[in-house]
Each structure stands twice: as structure tokens, then as C-alpha cells.
């Protein structure tokens, strides 16, 4: 990992100061494959809000200097709007003991140094130490393998996923909805559940 990096974990308001940065960074990352996000900074600061407000929510941080270039998210599953609840509570997860992982966002050039693997035992220490947490959960979006839109040289990260220690959970989905570059307006989107236990 480059020495010039910084790594701060930010919990409930700590991160209010950085939430237009933080979405410019979204936003960037995610119109990337597989989400080919369109994205608007109002509503991602809008969204990222749900985190300030909770106090047991963290941010971890990647600086370089006093540009942003990574953040990783989580919150207890409760405070996740109930289409992310109800299909965990369905398959008799208690969503009060579920701590859940929001995204993670690397700009390109930093990946390959570790900060991925870091993003998950930030928050995995994190969920820990709040106490009470039984399982760590988050959700990633299902593209079809035969997608026109899918790069050649695209690595799906499932493998890296499965190496911390999580599994994917196919009987278990939600929908998101947001707008995909070249849409219109925005369109349902599954997503598929990956679970580990703490």
C-alpha cells in the first residue's frame, strides 16, 4: 500500500463534512460495469445521509493527500429501507442482529494494494465491536453473463468476496431502481444477497 495513503474509519456524523466528495466518488466508480450508473449528486448525498444520521454507522476512508480516491460503508440493517429488511427477515435472519455493508468505491488506479480486503475488516470490526451483531450482509447487482454491455476483460468479484468469507445467497434478492447510462429513466435491477456469519 502507498505510503501516501490514509485510512480513516468516520462514525455517524464524523463524515458529514465529506458527503459532496463522497458522492462525486460514487458516481464515478459506479458508471462503471456492472452498475453503469447514472448518477446525480443530489440523490447520492441524499442517500448517503442515512449514514450520518446513524449513530453506529462508519464510512472508511481512503485519502491520498486531501483527494478522496476510496470509502466503504455499513449500518445496522435496521436503518436500510425495508426492501432491504424483508428479504433477509423472510429467510429468518433477525435484522436487528445484521449488520449491513453498503458499498464499497476504489478509483481504479488505487486497486491491487489491499484496500478492498481492508474495506471489509474495517467494517467487520466495526459491527463487532458495537456488540450484538450475529451476521455481516450486503448485496450486489445480477447481470446476465451474456450482457452486450459486459467488458471483455471484466472479473466478477465473487471470488473475492468468497475469500472474506462470505456467500452468496441466490434464493435471496431485492430490487433496486436507479437509471443506467443511456436509459431514459430508471429501471428495477435485481439484486442477490451474500451473508457471513461474525
Known amino acids: 500500500m502507498s505510503s501516501t495513503l490514509q485510512i480513516e474509519r468516520l462514525v455517524g456524523s464524523q463524515a458529514t463534512p465529506w458527503l459532496p466528495e463522497l458522492a462525486r466518488l460514487r458516481i464515478s466508480v459506479f458508471r462503471a460495469y456492472p452498475y453503469l450508473y447514472d448518477g ?42 425495508e426492501n432491504v429488511i424483508r428479504p433477509l427477515r423472510q ?16 478509483l481504479p488506479e488505487y486497486r491491487g494494494q489491499g484496500l478492498g480486503v481492508r474495506f471489509f475488516q474495517e467494517r467487520e470490526a466495526h459491527a463487532k465491536s458495537l ?21 471483455s476483460d471484466y472479473k466478477p468479484l465473487d471470488e473475492f468476496w468468497k475469500k472474506r468469507g462470505y456467500r452468496k445467497q441466490p434464493s435471496i434478492t431485492t430490487v433496486f431502481s436507479w437509471k443506467d447510462l443511456g436509459e431514459q429513466r430508471e429501471s428495477e435491477k435485481t439484486m442477490v444477497f451474500w451473508v457471513k456469519s461474525l
Open 40 to 81: 446525480d449528486t443530489d440523490y447520492e448525498e441524499n442517500y448517503l445521509a442515512t449514514y450520518i444520521t446513524s449513530p453506529k454507522s462508519i464510512v472508511v476512508m481512503v485519502r491520498d493527500g486531501d483527494r478522496i480516491v476510496g470509502a466503504s460503508t455499513a449500518l445496522p440493517l435496521i436503518r436500510e429501507p
Open 91 to 106: 429467510q429468518g435472519y433477525d435484522p436487528a442482529r445484521v449488520f449491513y455493508l453498503g458499498e464499497s468505491v476504489l
Open 131 to 151: 456488540g450484538g451483531f450475529t451476521h455481516a450482509t450486503f448485496c450486489a447487482v445480477y447481470r446476465p453473463k451474456d450482457d452486450p454491455r459486459r467488458p
